[in-house]
């Protein structure tokens, strides 16, 4: 069974610009979460959708936005990207019920230069 | 505000000398206990999900137990292999969001 993957393994931007990461669940997984992994701080919860619908955020502006599709793909948005948002990104997928372990992906690492 | 603190940060071990890491938890209305190993450059690997005071889940060398504050992951006679950043997390009501803690970074020396 294939697990979570990402895309792209690694992307370069700089100040100001917009970055779109892409993720695609394990198969039969209807929850898709995304995280930040920066420097230091841990793994923040970023985004949660199900059933196509977002369903919780963390603590994180409104430049940070995503969405999920028909197939339960998902892609998350970056716009006005800052230094600070310099990370690796984590996608996790889910059955949708609560208790069910997220399973990881490999990540994308977002420098911003 | 939910809170997970681990302990210690970095645990360095002989290979063979069996110790613990402790997750100390504050959610309200606990979903889920979860715990992952992750190796660098890669995503967090699920291990255990613990769900009420008094569980325990075994795989392998690693068993895990929860209480209402806290968990622990107990390593027995580990090997240079079981070396990664162990992290513990929490969730809440629903299938949300998890809450990490820092992790602690485990080495075995051969």
């Known amino acids: 069974e294939a697990g979570v993957t990402q895309s792209p393994t690694h992307l370069i931007k700089t100040r100001g610009q917009q970055a779109t990461l892409r993720c695609s669940p394990i198969s039969g997984h209807t929850s898709v979460y995304w995280y930040q992994q920066a420097l230091g701080l841990g793994l923040q919860f970023l985004l949660w959708y199900d059933e196509g619908e977002e369903r919780n955020r963390g603590n994180f502006p409104p430049r940070f936005s995503g969405r999920q599709f028909p197939n339960y793909s998902s892609e998350l948005n970056v716009n006005a990207l800052e230094l600070e948002d310099s990370a690796l990104y984590l996608c996790?997928?889910?059955?949708?019920?609560?208790?069910?372990?997220?399973?990881f992906g490999d990540g994308t690492r977002l420098s911003i230069l | 505000e939910d809170q997970v603190t681990q302990s210690p940060e970095a645990l360095r071990l002989q290979e063979g000398e069996s110790s613990s890491l402790n997750c100390s938890y504050t959610?309200?209305?606990?979903?889920?206990l979860f715990w992952y190993r992750q190796d660098p450059g890669k995503g967090p690997e699920f291990l255990f999900t613990?769900?009420?005071a008094g569980e325990e889940k075994e795989k392998e060398r690693l068993k895990a137990t929860l209480t209402k504050k806290e968990s622990f992951l107990h390593i027995t006679a580990p090997k240079p292999e079981d070396s990664a950043t162990y992290l513990c997390a929490v969730q809440r009501g629903g299938a949300d969001g998890l809450t990490f803690g820092k992790g602690t970074h485990l080495i075995i020396q051969p």
């Open positions: 959610v309200s209305g606990l979903r889920g």
């Open positions: 996790a997928s889910s059955k949708g019920t609560a208790g069910e372990p997220q399973h």
């Open positions: 613990l769900y009420s």
